[in-house]
């Protein structure tokens, strides 16, 4: 083996352990993150699956509406403020991609 292809080798080796030790470092400061990583995942799992089931959301607004009206008025605009950040973070996230 040639010099060169040595150096290289070693120089691999040297990357492979050093990419090892940062992923092991990486996993400890992520586990603080775990649980709250978790739940956003559920969170949005929920917000696909109820996408998908439109009628059943609008079920439950207009019985939400006949129980309490003041409480649905409440969440509505919580839900509308949701929509729009959603709008706005699927435009960037559109845009982020297309962009060279």
């Known amino acids: 083996m040639n010099q060169r292809a040595r ?10 352990v050093q990419a090892a030790a940062q992923r092991v470092v990486l996993a400890q400061q992520m586990l603080p993150w775990r649980a709250r990583l978790a739940a ?8 696909r699956k109820a996408g998908r089931h439109r009628l ?3 079920g439950i607004a207009v019985l939400l509406v ?3 009206p003041h409480g649905a ?3 509505l ?3 509308v403020m949701g929509w729009q950040v959603a709008r706005k973070l699927r435009s960037a996230w559109t845009d982020s991609k297309t962009a060279p």
Do not use: F, I, T
């Open 66 to 68: 006949l129980w309490r």
């Open 77 to 79: 605009q919580y839900g």
């Open 7 to 16: 150096y290289l080798a070693a120089k691999r080796e040297r990357l492979v």
């Open 73 to 75: 008025v409440k969440w």
């Open 56 to 58: 059943l959301l609008a």
């Open 40 to 47: 956003a995942d559920q969170g949005v799992a929920v917000l």
